[in-house]
């Protein structure tokens, strides 16, 4: 496929490839930024939804959690629906949607409305990260697209970095009978709002609509994609069913793991301002700038892991070992006071950040090419309800138990587990469960 792509007016698509990632990558890392912000700006409010409103600890965990359940229904629909109606109109309608349902949140009067409007932003922002994906398919030849996607979900690590100060910032306004707290859930939501005319004015879902790309880029793009196309239907087999594929303990296992991942990036990101806040009399830009912390550090943890994976060992090892850096920093920090737990989280992040990064090859290669899409979206929908299940079972510990230390403990032992666990995680596929669900999807092609 490389040798076809490259052997057709090289200068062309390279130019062409240069204009299109000069014109929409930042873009989309914006829109992602945005993305974020709106999905986990709710842990910065918890303390004052609790007074004003009188939500309490476990149903703010439950409004958290809820999200990733609206999120995980709606993303195939989502994902299907943009192939009929195009990247830019179902990208904007993304944005538009998403950024109706964060300003809702300012309004919400009670555990109930709450509720709804979590559930519904998850629904709204359903789609978006396949959404991207299938996006760069059609304008990014084969050998681009993997460098796309890394700056691309570069964007989620830097929202988790600026999200502490810019909310903590937005909480100091008042007026107009609203309290900080929704002040915040407008400007954001309203950001996204406005962000949305911008991609419908940028955007375009074909190469043959961008008035930015010469004719003979246009027609260069076009013949690669094309040809990466044809190639990619002519070795098509249809994916399984999700009964076959579970039958599977290899694909069991890997989502098992990322479903660990999942509940800890998450449950920790909801719960961290609260954490922070035991640290003393914060106000609230503090407690922002503070969250910023481990995320940054993080950042450049996640950097050193992968040049490290690329030099020593395997990438199941290096795995296990950002496993157990996760799990034992979730458990120290219930070993001492507020500061001492924050210093351990910050070194929990390390390792769960750096997992989520360490994670993906693992089942990439393990995977037979023409099914691992489908088999992707499965692992990548269970793990995404680690997101559901684990800020509501710290919701509901803290309120049963007046701590979080109980969640704390479970996510240390269930990551260490995996730590494990990861140990048998296999390169290549084997057995027989597989195959019969290969040749399933074989016969299903026919």
């Known amino acids: 496929m490389d040798s076809l792509a490259g052997s057709f007016r090289p200068l062309a698509i390279n130019s062409a490839v240069a204009k299109v990632k000069r014109h929409v990558l930042p873009l989309f890392v914006l829109m992602f930024i945005v993305n974020y912000i709106d999905r986990v700006n709710i842990g910065f409010v918890r303390n004052h ?63 109930t409305e709450f509720y709804v409007c979590r559930f519904l932003l998850g629904a709204a922002e359903a789609g978006f990260f396949p959404g991207v994906t299938y996006y760069f398919t059609q304008w990014l030849p084969s050998t681009e697209r993997a460098k796309a996607m890394a700056i691309f979900i570069g964007g989620s690590a830097v929202a988790s970095v600026i999200a502490g100060p810019v909310s903590g910032a937005l909480l100091l306004i008042q007026g107009f ?85 999942a509940q800890m990036v998450y449950a920790v990101t909801f719960w961290l301002p609260s954490m922070i806040r035991e640290l003393g009399t914060l106000s609230d830009v503090q407690v922002g700038l503070l969250n910023s912390i481990p995320w940054l550090i993080a950042i450049i943890a996640m950097y050193g892991f992968a040049v490290l994976a690329s030099r020593w060992l395997s990438q199941r090892a290096w795995l296990s070992i950002t496993l157990t850096i996760a799990g034992v920093g979730l458990f120290a920090s219930t070993l001492g006071g507020p500061l001492f737990g924050f210093i351990a989280t910050c070194f929990a992040a390390i390792g769960f950040k750096s997992a989520t990064a360490m994670f993906w090859p693992i089942p990439q290669r393990y995977l037979d090419a023409r099914i691992a899409a489908g088999v992707l979206a499965l692992i990548n929908s269970v793990g995404t309800l680690g997101g559901f299940i684990g800020p509501s079972v710290f919701g509901l510990l803290e309120a049963h138990t007046g701590t979080i230390e109980g969640g704390l403990y479970a996510l240390s032992a269930t990551s260490i587990i995996a730590a494990v666990l990861v140990c048998f995680a296999r390169s290549t596929p084997r057995g027989d469960a597989f195959q019969d669900a290969l040749l399933a999807g074989r016969k299903q092609a026919r």
């Open 49 to 111: 939804m609790e007074v004003d409103l009188g939500i309490g600890v476990a149903a703010y965990g439950l409004g958290a959690g809820l999200f990733f359940l609206g999120y995980a229904l709606f993303e195939v629909p989502s994902s299907v629906l943009m192939q009929r109606f195009g990247a830019r109109i179902w990208l904007t309608r993304i944005m538009l949607t998403w950024g109706i349902a964060a300003m809702a949140m300012a309004f919400v009067r009670n555990e």
């Open 177 to 261: 009978g609203l309290h900080g707290w929704q002040w915040m859930f407008l400007i954001e939501g309203f950001a996204s709002i406005l962000l949305c005319a911008v991609v419908w004015k940028v955007l375009r879902s074909h190469p043959r609509e961008a008035k930015w790309l010469t004719e003979d880029e246009k027609q260069a793009l076009a013949q690669v994609i094309l040809i990466e196309q044809q190639e990619r239907e002519a070795t098509y087999v249809a994916p399984p069913s999700v009964f076959r594929l579970l039958m599977d303990r290899q694909i069991l296992l890997h989502c098992f793991l990322f479903f660990t991942i």
